[in-house]
Antibody, heavy 119, light 111 residues
């Protein structure tokens, strides 16, 4: 059974960079079928796609966040990572990682991790 | 880029049928698959419908999905409502420029 687990600091100061890692277990991240994505959900609000990466390193990002988002993959560790720069309180959210087909569904999701932006 | 618009909330009684709509702002709803996710409080989203009208194993056949090109929208229909269906529901689709897009979510209340 595939499992995804987010990890990283739960508190980030304004203007700093948020860094999260998603560790994939029970399957390989080097699949030519799937993308690996980051999605966030501010408290009490809806889901927002942040960006996704293919195992080859091709990345896709939400245009509204693109200038601040870096997504990378480490196939040797079966992990992919998110960096979001210049954070503000508006970036406070539960951050999820998920596996998905490009045009299809996100079939496996992590449990999510709350990141709070505050001084 | 396109947007997906959902009603903010819907409510219905147990045993009844409810339909949640998801309207695509530009481009054809039929051009890319629509998925529907259920999210209960404190939990990650789970797929209830994928590829417009397919149910993952384990999802009851009370859940069904459809698309309507005339209104450029997708719909999630839940029949025989149960209190356990009370949750937030999100539609999601794709295009090559926006990649992944979520609707704003609909809160379903079963009362």
């Amino acid at each position: 059974q595939l499992q995804l687990q987010e990890s990283g600091p739960g508190l980030v100061k304004p203007s700093e960079t948020l860094s999260l890692t998603c560790t994939v277990s029970g399957g390989s991240i080097s699949s030519n079928t799937y993308y690996w994505g980051w999605i966030r959900q501010p408290p009490g609000k809806g889901l927002e796609w942040i960006g996704s990466i293919y195992y080859s390193g091709n990345t896709y990002s939400n245009p509204s966040l693109k200038s601040r988002v870096t997504i990378s993959v480490d196939t040797s560790k079966n992990q992919f990572s998110l960096k979001l720069s210049s954070v503000t309180a508006a970036d406070t959210a539960v951050y999820y990682c998920a596996r998905h087909e490009a045009a299809g569904t996100g079939d496996y999701w992590g449990q999510g991790t709350l990141v709070t932006v505050s001084s | 880029n396109f947007m997906l618009t959902q009603p903010h909330s819907v409510s219905e009684s147990p045993g009844k049928t409810v339909t949640i709509s998801c309207t695509r702002s530009s481009g054809s709803i039929a051009s890319n698959y629509v998925q529907w996710y259920q999210q209960r409080p404190g939990s990650s989203p789970t797929t209830v419908i994928y590829e417009d009208n397919q149910r993952p194993s384990g999802v009851p056949d009370r859940f069904s999905g459809s698309i309507d090109s005339s209104s450029n929208s997708a719909s999630l229909t839940i029949s025989g409502l149960k209190t356990e269906d009370e949750a937030d529901y999100y539609c999601q689709s794709y295009d090559s420029s926006s990649f992944w897009v979520f609707g704003g979510g609909t809160k379903l209340t079963v009362l």
